[in-house]
DNA sequence: AAGACGAAAGTGGTTGA
DNA sequence: TCAACAACTTTCGTCTT
């Protein structure tokens, strides 16, 4: 942000919102033009700040060209003499009031929701999810929107969180981490997000199979539908026995893929799986040693 | 020499008082 | 708000191939 004249190094600059521009007060050069928003990318840490730096969504000069002053239509159901109107007439004053709130608040919904769409879609092309699912995250960002769940937070993370959130709900699970990679956002910051709004949604977004991460996995490491199928089988053996729950999905999957890829003689080493799994070759180690022992796996050639 | 194994200590997040 | 806790990671020494 320009805080001083390059010309003259006067610091009183003036923002013409009506032009868009900052000009210098003193030698009149046109320092900045195209001014869009002048909002800082915040972010509260707590409740006090939030009161103090939020802004009632987009900046004041397109958002509200009167300065605030917006019209009201009143609540009284009384004519301009104070007679009661006609039931019909307030029933159709009832309309009024509503589209007319409606109506102010859907610019800065629309701006909100044009940035996230495409921010949306830059990181939902790079996951690799079909339009389908693009489709289903914008409906719940939407969603987001009318609870008024995005003030607060960054657009980018709740985007990240929506995508999340879907991508666990139409079984094509992504993890935190590969999702925080391409939205630039920290992991902890989405997974907040994300139970934010699922809770606030009510979402009810069922526990990641670990199976939905083994085709992934098997590609990245070029090993056949064999042992793909194999792995999957092993797992669903794994969830009955109840083996699954509380551990890592992604952990899971990586040791089911390791035990099918040896059954298949398509061995791998651990670190190639933990890499690709993006988990640590001792946490393969621990879950297979447990599904190992509760499915009593005999190994020969391991 | 490289991979597999497991113990022990450390880390970050959740939970329940 | 804090401590206990579980899952996971890091690190490291030892064993196997």
Redesign the pocket.
């Known amino acids: 942000m320009v805080d001083k004249c390059p010309d003259c190094k006067s610091d009183k600059l003036v923002k013409d919102y009506e032009k868009g521009e900052i000009m210098c007060k003193n030698c009149g050069l046109i320092v900045a033009d195209n001014v869009v928003d002048t909002g800082p990318e915040w972010r509260a840490f707590d409740s006090e700040q939030r009161d103090k730096r939020a802004r009632g969504g987009a900046p004041i000069k397109y958002m509200r060209p009167n300065k605030g002053l917006v019209t009201e239509i009143d609540q009284y159901n009384r004519d301009i003499r104070g007679a009661k109107i006609s039931s019909k007439k307030q029933a159709q004053l009832y309309r009024m009031r509503k589209w007319h709130k409606r109506a102010s608040i859907a610019s800065s919904m629309e701006r909100n929701l044009s940035i996230a769409l495409s921010e949306l879609d830059r990181v939902a092309s790079y996951l690799g999810l079909p339009d389908a699912v693009r489709e289903s995250a914008a409906l719940l960002y939407r969603k987001c929107i009318e609870k008024g769940l995005i003030r607060g937070r960054l657009i980018e993370s709740v985007v990240a969180a929506v995508l999340y959130a879907i991508c666990r709900e139409t079984g094509k699970p992504r993890t935190l981490d590969e999702i925080a990679d391409l939205a630039g956002i920290?992991?902890?910051e989405i997974?907040?997000t994300y139970?934010f709004i699922s809770h606030e949604l009510g979402l009810r977004v069922p526990l990641t199979d670990p199976s939905q991460y083994v085709p992934r996995l098997t590609a990245a490491l070029k090993l056949s539908g064999q042992v793909q199928e194999k792995a999957i089988e092993l797992l669903k053996k794994a969830v009955s026995k109840g083996l699954v729950?509380?551990?890592?999905?992604?952990?899971?999957a990586a040791a089911a893929v390791?035990i099918a890829s040896?059954l298949a003689g398509e061995?791998?080493?651990?670190?190639?799986i933990?890499d690709a799994a993006?988990?640590?070759?001792?946490?393969?180690?621990?879950?297979?040693?447990e599904l190992k022992r509760e499915l009593g796996l005999k190994i020969a050639d391991?």
Not at 278 to 289: A, D, K, M, P, S
């Open positions: 920290e992991k902890k997974g907040r139970r729950s509380g551990r890592g999905p992604t952990g899971v390791y040896a061995r791998k080493t651990q670190k190639e933990a993006g988990v640590t070759e001792v946490t393969i180690r621990n879950r297979y040693r391991l």
